[in-house]
């Protein structure tokens, strides 16, 4: 029980590690900083495996598991309803889930990083980012309420921006990072108000407590009858639509490429945009209370995950394609999440973290074979140069498209089954993630094709390619080992068995859901008959992904010269793809420009220099010109003192006179 | 024949006035300071008629204070004076005017 009652240590670790390498890693050598941030990350993960071997010999009756630490904000203590909260930590399914994969990936990452930034300056604040990030992104998933999730939710905005401006040096990078900022605290500020709503209709900001209420107090808002519950909810979720990159908020995550690719692969993939994810799920009981809500998370989710990948085809940055995928694929796990289906959506955020982490990584290494070239179409036939990133990614490309037996296949294929015969199944909703899935394995596969195949198109004897070391490999096989494996304990649901996954998180979802209980999906469909449909229905998006990977196939290897052909053809819809839907230049001319004349014409001109600089400089001149004035009277001469002496003298004593006289009258 | 207070006060306040004119309008430090103690012993007169006039010795132990305190500073300005004169050549006030804005 010793790690049950010291959870802290999980947290201490990583930010011990980053104290560490941030205060004395300039002086250190590259094996010492490298020892402190993988091994404080190791060893973080070997105390979330010893948390989650006590966790697994708790009693049912004490799960969740919840530790308060210490008190860390108090007001109002004389009122009938108290502000207090709690440093507490919760240990539940979903925080197992979520710890698992966060300090795994995060330790893979690191790993591979020691190798990819071997040649870089600011070696230490690199890892010295790296590892506050995990210990912010542990706080968010092993917060027990709202306030210290907040913390990890910010903390991670931190690290994310200082890692998309690593090279700040480079402008791109840094007004990279302050996009990344600026647009995720446009979500976070209403993401806080809906805290605030949340304690106001609550009274309190811990998940027990709250979730209490809601079920024991409080009626669900209905579709006709939107109450508090859906305000909470949709704010919630507008701090979720930024930090996870959705529409509309998602055009930072482009950009945020601009950081050194171990950083997109950790925060921009596995962990950090996944908070959204997470943040839904475990506000489950909230959600499913507010069935607008719901639809708006299910509708922001499926369309953006069409959306981005419509993007996505036509991108020719290896990591832009990564990046705009990442969103698409977030979109699915809010889909998941906005039908119902809680445990695929946190399934997807599992298996997507093995394959997308997975993706970035290989990309890296084949930039860092490359290097530094990120344009895919300087690349090509690299398949046999670098072996181990080609399979890896192979791996990782059959696992994200969908592909029956890897990862992803299952997860996804899970939210789709969600999405059409759920609780709250749409088929609009379903036809657009099915086509988002089609649409995905053809610009996944075009990736491939383009990065390993055909004739390379750049110049040999100039590029020295290389296969990656040893370091920056390993942690490519692991992921590809899990990006297979990873969504197998789904598998036995296919064959009319149990979905182990959806049975582990089951009790965090169906603890305090509304009267008709989330009913198992995996039960439905445990009938013969019932298999039959589920494999037909399974079908469809399996069809697609095929047809999207011979569509890649005859584009990019068959007929080299089509796309271009195609393009012409449709030249308009191309150059709408390719310049992303012109969002950011609409964004631009929208909010950025006008904002930028106001504050310029307005705030700058008239407000700060005439008003402000007014005021200031104002109250100087008058002191300046009273004083310019009356300094006249210190002439320095003796007798013009005295005069000025018999003067007060004299003008005081009739003063007085006068007023005795008003007196004695 | 008693002389009655007021007529105390009245030369009191001629001397005091006398004395402010005198200071004002003289240009020679030694005047000025004469002035100076010509509105003290004003002032000391009235000290005087108030005490015999109430009857009572508060009045007097001022005057020895006004005194006292009189004679200290024509110890100091008297010195003030002759550096003074060392220094500007001159015992004119309306040149003694460093100590300005």
Known sequence: MMMLNHMWIVLLLPILGAAINGLFGKKFPKAAVNSVAVGSVALAFAAVCELVREFWLLPAGSVPWVQSYYTWMVAGETTSHPFRINFALQLDQLSVIMLLTVSFVGLLIHIYSIGYMEHEGGYYRFFSYMNLFMFFMLTLVLGANLAVLFVGWEGVGLCSYLLIGFWFRKKSAADAGKKAFITTRLGDLFFMIGILLAFWTFGSLTYGDMFGYAAEKMQPDTLAHPGVLTWIAVLLFIGAIGKSAQLPLYVWLPDAMEGPTPVSALIHAATMVTAGVYMVARMNPIYSRAPIAMYLVAVVGGVTAFYAATIALTQTDIKKVLAYSTISQLGYMFLGCGVGAYAAGIFHLMTHAFFKGLLFLTAGSVIHAMSGEQDMTKMGGLRKKIPITYWTMLIATLAIAGIPGFAGFFSKDEILEAVKSGPHASLWLWAVGVAAAGLTSFYMFRLLFLTFFGKPRFDEHHAHVHESPLKMTIPLMILAFLSIFGGWVAAPKLAGGIDYFDRFLRPVFTRYAPAPAVPEVASASGLSPGMQLLFAVMGIPVILAVIGLLLAWWFYIKNPDAPRKLARKLHGVYVLLLNKYFVDEIYGALIVRPLLWLSTNVLWHVVDSGVIDGAVNGTAAVARESGGVTREMQSGNARSYASWVVAGAVGFTMLLLAFIGLAVR | ?101
């Open chain 2, 1 to 101: 024949m008693i002389i009655p207070t007021s007529y105390y006060l009245v030369l009191s306040g001629v001397l005091f006035g006398l004395g402010v004119v005198a200071f004002i309008f003289k240009r020679n430090v030694i005047a000025v300071f004469m002035s100076i103690e010509l509105m003290l012993n004003a002032v000391n007169l009235a000290f005087v008629a108030f005490a015999r006039a109430h009857q009572q010795l508060d009045g007097l132990v001022f005057v020895f204070f006004v005194i006292v305190v009189a004679a200290a500073e024509a110890a100091v300005g008297l010195a003030i004076v002759i550096m003074l004169a060392q220094n500007r050549e001159s015992l004119n006030v309306e040149r003694v005017n460093l100590l300005k804005f």
